[in-house]
Every structure is written in C-alpha cells, then in structure tokens.
C-alpha cells in the first residue's frame, strides 16, 4: 500500500510541484492583469440567412431523423445538430435545421474546437458557439435520445416570474419536488441522499433562472447506481414524476445537479454553457453545472428546475461496469467539488471575466479538471467576444435571498405584518407522490387511488362498513387536473388529516391555506402525510379569496382551481363532468348598486369597513390603472364592460355567498391582478369573488352549482339536510362532527361510500 520515495525522486516531485505553481501563479498574475483577448479570429461561415436568436443545441452520434423532426418544428427556434463523429451522417436536409459534421465544426475557425477530441461529447461546445455567432439570446440544449414532449411550453421567457424559490441549504432533490423522494439525479452527492427532508418554500416574484433544467419523465437522468438497484436486470427503468407540480427556483447558497439533455439557457447565462473536455461524457456536464452554478452566484442568477417535458427514447444499454467507471467522479469527488465551491470567493476588485478564469484555474489546481480545461475556458471567451456576446456584470445577490431567514420571519410574524399578496410567503409545498421504481413492483396503482391510500381512509373510519371493490381501482377517477384549494377562517389544522385523506380520493393536489403556519407545524406532526400549506393574510375570513391568488402565483400546471372553506362538504361525485374551462359558481347571484346605501341592500357587510366604503375605494383606484398605467387600459376596459352588461348597470357590482367557486386556467392571470387590487382595498370575499368574475365572463357562461347551504339551527341537522345530488354542502366541521357518533357514522357510512363509488354512476 505504502511506497517509499527515494529522497531524490522526492526532491524531484516538490520541485517539479513548485515550478508548476509558479508557472500557474504567473499565469494567474499576468492573466488577473490583463486577461487580454486576441482582437481577431477568422471565423468563416456566417451566414447572415441564419440568424435567429432562438437555438435548439443537439448532438448526435448516429444521425437519425426523427430524433430530430420534433425539434425543427417548433415556431420561432432554429436546431443545431452537432455530429460527435464522422460516421453520422445525415440522410435527409431539414427545415430549420443546420447539420455540422466533423469537418464543418473544424473549418468554422472557433478556438474552442482545437481542445475538444472526436467522440468527446464536449464538441457540443461547438454548437453554443455556432449558436451564438448566428444571433441566439436564449439556447435549448438536448440530445438525439431525448423526446421535447411540450415544444417548451412550460419554460419560462420573460426576465420575471411569480413562483417558488425553496428555502433551504445545501442540496436540493429535484426529483423530490417533483414527486420521486426515493430517487436522486446524476450527479447528486451520495452523502447527502438521506439528509432531513425540507420542503419549505418562498412564494414571490422573482427573476427568471437564467438556466432552467426540464425534468425527463420514464427513464430519468439517474447514475447508474441507483437505476441498476432498481429494475430488473433487463428491463427498462421507468419512473413516473408529477407533471402538475409548479417550477422551483434555486437561491444562492444551494447546488442541485442539472444535465445536457434537457435544459434552458437564458442570454445571461450564455456564458456557462462551456463542457470540460478532461472528464468524461458522464460527467462533463455534471461538472459544468456545478461550476456554473457558483459563478452564477456572482452575477444574481439562478438555476430553476422545471416540470417534466420529455422522456427518453431509448436507453443507453451500457455495462454496469462501464458506466460506473464512467461516472467515477460523479461518486467520489462531488461531495469535495461543493465544499470547495461553497467556500470559493471571487475577489473584490475581479470583473466578472476574471471570476470565471480564477475559478476555472482553481479547478485545475484542485485536480475536478486539467489545465486544458482552464485553456478551454479562455479560448471559449475568446470566442464568445468575438460572436459579440457580452458577458454580465458582476452583482451579488440581494440581501432577502437569505431564504431559510426570511421564511423564518414570515413564518413567526403575525400575519397582518404582511397585507399585500404579493408580499413574500410561506410555503410548505409537496407534489403528488408516485410510485417509487423498484425491482418487485407489486404496489400498482391504477388510475390514481391506491391501496396505501385506501388504507387511510380505511383507517379514519375503522369500524364503519367501507365496502371496497376492484372495480373501484379501475373505474376510479382522479381530477388530476384541478387544483382543490382549503381555506382556513380559523386555523383549525388538525382538520388537515381528514380533509386529505376524505379529498384525496378524488384529487392528487390539494393546498391548505391558513394564516399561522405555527398551527400548520404543529398539526403536521402528527399527520400520515405531507401536505402543501401556504401562510397568507385573512383578516378573520374578509380577504381569505388571497389564497386562490398565491394558488395561482405557485404556477401549478392544471385546468382549474376549486377554492372552498374548510367546512365545505365537497360532493365530489357530481363534479366529473362539468366543463372545465368555465367557472362554476352558484346560480344566485345580487346585483348590488355601489351607491346602495345598506337600508336598502340590508346586507350586514354593507356598512362595515370591508363592504361600501372599501369597494367604492377599489373601484376610483380601478379607474385611475389606465392613465397610470397604459398597457393595462383594455384589461380594465373590458373588467367594467363585461360588469357592467352583467349587473345592467354603470355602478353594478355582485355579490354571493362565496364558500365554493372554480376558476378555469384561461382567467388565471386576469383573476389573479383583479383579486390582489381587491385584497389591498380589503374587499369583503361575497363581493370580491363574484365581481372579479363577473367582470371576466357573461353570467349565462358560468356553469351553476347547487349547494346545501345550512342556517342557524338547520346546520345540527346536516344529516338529514343532505342532498347527494347537489354539488356541496355548507358547513359541516368535519374536525369537530367527526368526533361524534352522529358525524362520523354520516362520513364513514354516506359520505366515503358516494366518494369511492359514486363518481361512476350518474345520480
Ligand atoms: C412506464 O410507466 C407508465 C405508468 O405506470 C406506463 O404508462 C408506461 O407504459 C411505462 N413505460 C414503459 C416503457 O414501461
Ligand atoms: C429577519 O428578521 C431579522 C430581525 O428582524 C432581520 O434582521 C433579518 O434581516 C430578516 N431576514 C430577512 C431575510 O428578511
Ligand atoms: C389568524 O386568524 C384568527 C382568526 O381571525 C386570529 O384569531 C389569529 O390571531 C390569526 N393568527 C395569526 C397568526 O395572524
Ligand atoms: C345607483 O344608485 C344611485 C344613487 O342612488 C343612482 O343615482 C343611480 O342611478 C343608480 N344606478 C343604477 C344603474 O341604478
Ligand atoms: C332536526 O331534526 C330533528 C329530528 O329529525 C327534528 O325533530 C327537528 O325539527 C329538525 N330541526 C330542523 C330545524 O329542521
């Protein structure tokens, strides 16, 4: 094990160590001086026809056509194609498409192509370049075994995003947040595989990622570690993930392994699209990722993952023992590559050119890349500059994005600290859990209700007679597609158990919404499940609407919302065939007058602070948004047409009881910015929800709801009160009925069975 080094051959190996780090050193001198950059490079082939500032980067080592056709068809993008070899050859031309075979990446006189060997999957470094010599402000990469299943709908364009930012240290699971808590991507660092879940989030606006990494669903981008002890030996491994959890942002401070199969660069981030060519093809972009990852720390960027939008065509059939030996550092260097970046710091007076060199040198000299890479690095800015790309200032990232700290303020301060929606909140999310791969897979699920979930609702009402059939499993349905927001008046969250076990039946997604996440905690402890919670401000129930507005703001991707109170009894039975794209709310409707005084509306609200005065606030600021603000003139325009042809009235406005209402995805945006004006003039919820939705649609499109709606002493009589045709009833406390005999014998022997039977059958 041990070997002795002859004093000479020692005294050899320092010297030759300390030439080495003199050389560096002066490198590094002479480069933090000047980092001077040829003022010419010869590039040939620039075609002025083949301008675009959108780009798709592929590479391919066997040129197959339709792994390609997909790509060339999406509006507004160009592809290039990079030929790892000489033998891939394309047998048809393309529209849209530029193919660059070995010869052409050599003729195209980038200096970056002298470092990259053939067969090196880094010859993709060829394509940014060619990308961005010919216009690209924004470059998707992927790969010829990987099929783009949304024409990148779901990533993000626009320099700002409403969302989730998560709020912890370290690492981040990705997978997790998107519903596979058991797996882990290439690239994450083994030691931190078992580390304590954390699931809080901050809810904002934020900018954009500058990289946003898409999740590839079936056969995921794992190491071959964890795909090898997870499928059978020839089988194929397949991973389901939760295809509605919203987008995350990652904060500074916190690292997460992201890919080259799959991923969005935005302009900023142009600059980091560089693969090392002295790792290997397994490892090369893991690599840049995390090196990346650090210097986007020094500019305010970040890195985003998000929902799946592509699955793998076909898997790479690789020996365990190749493709371990091939993703060594992978295992066994990561975990020393983020202790060394976590504590890395670019100095003061360095631009941003300068942090990237230091940082690609320090790579070298702690042995994650050779000096070739550090080569690679400046000959790859050389290039850059010449393409006319303009490399970000530096700028450290802002003092909130502290995240653990500001959620812990957020979560401690009384909620009235924060009145406007828009403000910071916090979030407990977790996305819809699938089925774990694994070698026996004897827990098959069918359409979304699971025997592990059964068993809950089994559990919750021991005793009672829950009579379950195997035509449940298969005729069951699952509104995968609706978001069910609860609402809280009062924190009761002890409830949450019932509630997610009773609703969960029908929905894989469901947020509670309450205003003291200290009673959220608490309650959690001693649930079966995580649940997904917001924090927001509801002034005893007045503004509580401001929970389908941070619903909105996550960016789940679904038809529709259900926003209801926590004592709403759901007939979810009933509500499988109504159209999705319409609001559903109950028929009767009152059209009020904001001059109404309240002898003549006689509605209690009317005169409190909430009801006249605070409308009639809202309403002069909602006349004041077009000269303020030009762009959003037709929006209001239309909000006071369409109110006014559904009230008859240049003063009308509406008003319900509002305990349940569905909001379809295509209002999303108009409802959002209606109901956070109506939050910040504290507009009571029974006029706010109607009268945001009757200024976006005609009353005779909203699809009419029945309700059960209980007074007074009628409400001790809910069990006679029910209707099982009827969309819902209002209230039945679950938390405190289902300590009853009485209550708990209504659930467990009327309600469950309608659930888990009745979605079928037509009442
Ligand atoms: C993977 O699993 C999903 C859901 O269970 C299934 O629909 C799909 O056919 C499976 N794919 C393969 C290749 O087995
Ligand atoms: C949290 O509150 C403390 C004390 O008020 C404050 O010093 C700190 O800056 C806050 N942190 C964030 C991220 O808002
Ligand atoms: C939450 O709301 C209830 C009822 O309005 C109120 O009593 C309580 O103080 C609020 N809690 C917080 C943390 O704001
Ligand atoms: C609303 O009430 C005001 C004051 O009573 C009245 O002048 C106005 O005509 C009313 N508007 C309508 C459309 O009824
Ligand atoms: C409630 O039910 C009881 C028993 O069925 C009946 O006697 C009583 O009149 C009912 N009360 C109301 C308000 O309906």
Redesign the pocket.
């Given at each position: 094990m041990f070997r002795f080094i002859k004093a000479s051959s020692l005294r050899k190996v320092i010297g030759t160590g300390l030439l080495i780090l003199i050389l560096i050193n002066l490198v590094l001198i002479y480069n933090s001086s000047k980092y001077k950059l040829p003022e010419v490079i010869k590039v040939t082939q620039r075609s002025p026809l083949l301008q675009n500032d959108k780009w798709i980067v592929v590479t391919t080592s066997s040129f197959r056509e339709e792994d390609f056709a997909a790509l060339t068809r999406i509006p507004g993008w160009k592809v290039v194609i990079v030929a790892l070899r000489r033998d891939a050859i394309p047998t048809i031309r393309l529209n849209n498409c530029v193919y660059l075979d070995i010869a052409q990446q050599n003729q195209l006189g980038y200096k970056t192509a002298d470092f990259i060997p053939e067969g090196s999957y880094a010859r993709k470094n060829i394509g940014y370049l060619y990308a961005m010599f010919h216009g690209a402000r924004v470059i998707y990469e992927t790969d010829d075994n990987v099929r783009l299943l949304d024409g990148l709908r779901r990533f993000e364009f626009k320099t700002r995003m409403r969302g989730l930012m998560y709020a912890g240290e370290n690492m981040f699971n990705p997978f997790r947040h998107f519903g596979q808590p058991t797996l882990w991507p290439r690239g994450y660092p083994l030691s931190a595989i078992g580390e304590e879940i954390n699931n809080k989030y901050i809810l904002h606006e934020f900018k954009t990622p500058l990289i946003q990494q898409g999740i590839i669903s079936n056969d995921p981008d794992v190491d071959a570690m964890l795909k090898f002890s997870r499928k059978m030996t020839n089988a194929h491994f397949n991973a389901t993930f939760d295809n509605r959890a919203p987008p995350v942002i990652l904060p500074a401070g916190v690292f997460s392994p992201f890919n080259s199969k799959d991923t969005l660069f935005l302009y900023n981030a142009l600059w980091g699209l560089m693969l090392p060519t002295t790792v290997t093809n397994s490892e090369t972009d893991i690599w840049r990722g995390y090196w990346i990852q650090r210097l986007l720390w020094e500019i305010d960027g970040n890195l985003g993952f998000f929902p799946p939008n592509a699955i793998h065509t076909d898997s790479e059939h690789s020996t365990l023992e190749k493709t371990v030996v091939d993703e060594k550092r992978v295992y066994f260097q990561t975990e020393d590559v983020i202790k060394f970046l976590k504590q890395w710091q670019c100095p003061e007076d360095f631009i941003f050119y300068d942090c990237i060199m230091r940082l690609s040198s320090e790579m070298v000299n702690h042995d994650f890349w050779d000096y070739s890479d550090y080569d690679l690095a400046k000959s790859w800015l050389n290039d850059l500059k010449a393409a006319g790309f303009v490399l970000p200032q530096r700028r450290s990232p802002k003092p909130t994005s502290d995240m653990p700290s500001l959620f812990q303020n957020i979560s401690n301060s009384n909620s009235d600290v924060s009145k406007d929606p828009r403000d910071p909140k916090a979030v407990y999310f977790w996305p819809s859990e699938q089925n774990p791969p694994s070698i026996y897979s004897s827990a098959r699920e069918s359409n979304g209700m699971s025997w592990n979930h059964v068993n809950k609702v089994v559990k919750m009402c021991s005793g009672a007679q829950v009579s379950i059939s195997h035509s449940m499993f298969n005729e069951h349905k699952q509104y995968d597609d609706i978001l069910l927001i609860i609402v809280f008046n009062f924190p009761h969250l002890k409830n949450i158990d019932n509630l997610q076990t009773l609703y969960s039946i029908h929905f894989s997604h469901i947020l509670f919404c309450a205003n003291d996440s200290r009673q959220f905690v608490a309650a959690s402890k001693t649930l079966q499940q995580r649940v997904s919670f917001v924090k927001t401000y509801t002034v005893e129930g007045i503004v509580i609407y401001n929970c389908l507005s941070h619903a909105i703001s996550m960016n789940y991707d679904v038809s529709g919302y259900i926003i209801m109170g926590d004592d709403v009894l759901l007939n979810t039975w009933n509500i499988a065939d109504l159209p999705r794209d319409k609001f559903w709310f109950q028929k009767s409707l009152q059209v009020f007058n904001r001059s109404d005084s309240y002898e003549r509306n006689r509605w209690i609200w009317w005169k409190r602070k909430s009801g006249k005065r605070a409308y009639n606030n809202l309403f002069k600021f909602l006349q004041t948004i077009p000269s303020l603000n030009p762009e959003k003139a037709p929006l209001i325009r239309d909000f006071n047409e369409m109110l006014k042809s559904n009230t008859q009235s240049d003063d009308g406005l509406l008003r319900a009881v509002s305990d349940f209402l569905y909001v379809p995805t295509r209002f999303q945006d108009r409802m959002l910015y209606f109901l956070e004006i109506f939050s910040m003039h504290g507009v009571m919820l029974e006029l706010a929800l109607p009268t945001v939705m009757g200024g976006l649609d005609h009353r005779k499109n909203i699809v009419p709801i029945r309700g059960v709606v209980l007074w007074y002493?009628?409400r001790?009589?809910y069990t006679?009160?029910f209707n099982p045709s009827s969309h819902f009833m209002h209230p039945l406390k679950l938390g405190r009925e289902m300590k009853k005999k009485k209550g708990w014998h209504f659930v467990c022997s009327r309600v469950i069975p309608l659930m888990l039977h009745g979605v079928t059958k037509k009442n």
């Open positions: 002493e009628h001790l009589n006679t009160m």
